[in-house]
Nanobody, 126 residues
Framework: QVQLVESGGGLVETGGSLRLTCATS???????MGWFRQAPGKEREFVAA????????YYADSIKGRFTISRDNAKNGVYLQMTSLKPEDTAVYYC????????????????????WGQGTQVTVSS
């Protein structure tokens, strides 16, 4: 059983930056990792994903060019650098891990991930 713990959320003004961290209890290189978010009253949505050794990254159109996903397998960590934040980025951000065979289309799917963290709140004030 893998445990994922997110940190780094908080309150920031429009245009500000935050860096989220996801710490894993297991060997991070075993997993494709993703970030999702859920705003109040909305469904959980894909934000970004990264392949096991960081060769490939995937982003939602809404955050492309503003957010960057990265990983450090030696430290069992996955990161989401968020810049130029907007009020519509306000949400609980979740880290997720998948042990399944990797395909470029599956990383966008909530159901493809096996493990989830508890989430960290990001609030962007206008």
């Amino acid at each position: 059983q893998v445990q994922l713990v997110e940190s780094g959320g908080g309150l920031v003004e429009t245009g500000g930056s935050l860096r989220l961290t996801c710490a894993t209890s297991g060997r991070t290189s075993n997993y494709v990792m993703g970030w999702f978010r859920q705003a109040p009253g909305k469904e959980r949505e894909f934000v970004a994903a990264i392949s096991r050794f960081g060769v490939s990254t995937y982003y939602a159109d809404s955050i492309k060019g503003r957010f960057t996903i990265s990983r450090d397998n030696a430290k069992n960590g996955v990161y989401l650098q968020m810049t130029s934040l907007k009020p519509e980025d306000t949400a609980v951000y979740y880290c997720a891990a998948s042990t399944k065979d990797y395909t470029s289309s599956s990383v966008y799917l909530i159901s493809w991930y096996d493990y989830w963290g508890q989430g960290t709140q990001v609030t962007v004030s206008s």
